[in-house]
């Protein structure tokens, strides 16, 4: 599949090997890439001398983390009395300034250690840098509209009122998720449920409110930010479920972009969003090939998608003759996706 991984390896360790084998030993290479993710972002993200780490990838992420951080001390100082500044001329006013927005940026730094300490947050958001990442590069390799998709068209064109409304809504939330990115943010609202309850279970173990009405006042404001229903991957997952045969067509790129094919991969091979964002990078090609043909997808329109992510691969030979079900015994043998690897 790949002219420096699987080939390479394959070459090395048995000179005829199936394709079976070819593909079971670069998934194994996969799923061990796949368990250093969370601890080595862990470290980047709070590693502050940023020079040594100049990944783009890793930018977004601690930025995406620090605007969470941001928002739940916004939300806190709306219910909280601001600091007192003595009156007693400009400089001390302004030195006093300086020591408060110091104290600022202490919590929000400690903020943020405690919400990286969470390795499902971690993935979350490095899963969202790694979907901006494919979909500005295939704007630019390949024209293809991040936003505008032609899937999102047809969904908006709908005859079934619903569907066009939640077709519309999505193409909203979609440009608000590309800009977003640009700015490195990431809205409260848009967290999964889970993920919004560790980010205030850490904001509650770092606080120091001593009132308790604004306390409770603070955590209901956090919580109204929830809305599972509305969020830019709820609204994917619904059209999706919704519609019958779109299987081959979301698993398309150039006809549903770069983001509605990481929600169908997601919902057709039964793993986390996060998980199939991730399938897209060069070292998890094995995964993805088999995860599309298991999707009962054609050889040529395989070929498609791996010519849009990975345009100098090659899929191994003989990979046109392995039936869906081979793809899913392969991909059930593995353990970096779920108990039973999918």
């Known amino acids: 599949m790949s002219e420096q991984s699987t080939t390479d390896r394959a070459d090395k360790a048995q000179p005829a090997m199936s394709v079976q084998d070819i593909l079971r030993a670069e998934l194994a290479y996969g799923?061990?890439?796949l368990g250093t993710v969370g601890p080595i972002l862990g470290h980047l993200v709070m590693n502050h001398d940023h020079s040594l780490f100049t990944d783009a990838i890793v930018a977004r992420v601690r930025g995406m983390l620090v605007d969470v951080a941001r928002q739940l001390l916004e939300l806190e100082g709306k219910h909280t009395p601001d600091p007192s500044v003595p009156d007693t001329g400009e400089e001390e006013a302004g030195g006093a300034a300086k020591?408060?927005?110091?104290i600022d940026a202490m919590r929000t730094d400690d903020l943020v250690h405690a919400i990286s300490g969470s390795s499902e947050f971690l993935e979350h958001c490095?899963?969202?840098a790694i979907e901006f990442q494919v979909a500005e590069r295939l704007k630019a390799r390949n024209s293809l509209d991040p936003v505008l998709t032609p899937m999102l068209q047809a969904f908006i064109a709908a005859k079934e009122q619903d569907v066009a409304s939640k077709g519309m809504a999505a193409l909203t939330a979609q440009a608000r998720f590309m800009e977003q990115q640009r700015?490195?943010?990431?809205?409260l609202e848009e967290l999964p449920g889970s993920l919004l309850n560790h980010?205030?279970?850490c904001w509650q173990g770092a606080n120091s409110v001593d009132d308790p009405q604004a306390v409770a006042s603070i955590l209901a404001d956090m919580r109204k930010a929830?809305?599972?229903?509305n969020t830019r991957t709820a609204l994917f997952s619904s059209l999706l479920s919704g519609a019958a045969g779109v299987t081959e067509k979301a698993l398309a790129l150039p006809h549903a972009g770069v983001s509605l094919f990481i929600s169908a991969l997601a919902t057709n091979s039964g793993i986390p969003r996060e998980k199939a964002a991730l399938l897209t990078n060069d070292r998890?090609?094995?995964r993805l090939a088999l995860s599309l043909k298991a999707a009962g997808l054609q050889p040529r329109t395989i070929e498609e998608q791996f010519l849009y992510l990975?345009?100098?691969i090659e899929l191994p030979e003989n990979f046109d003759r392995m039936h869906a079900g081979e793809a899913r015994t392969i991909l059930g043998e593995s353990t970096a996706m779920g108990a039973n690897g999918r």
Do not use: C, G, N
């Open 31 to 33: 799923d061990t890439v």
């Open 99 to 102: 020591v408060q927005a110091d």
């Open 126 to 128: 490095h899963a969202l």
């Open 183 to 187: 700015r490195m943010v990431l809205p």
């Open 199 to 201: 980010a205030i279970a």
């Open 226 to 229: 929830s809305v599972p229903d």
């Open 284 to 286: 998890q090609m094995a």
């Open 310 to 312: 990975h345009p100098e």
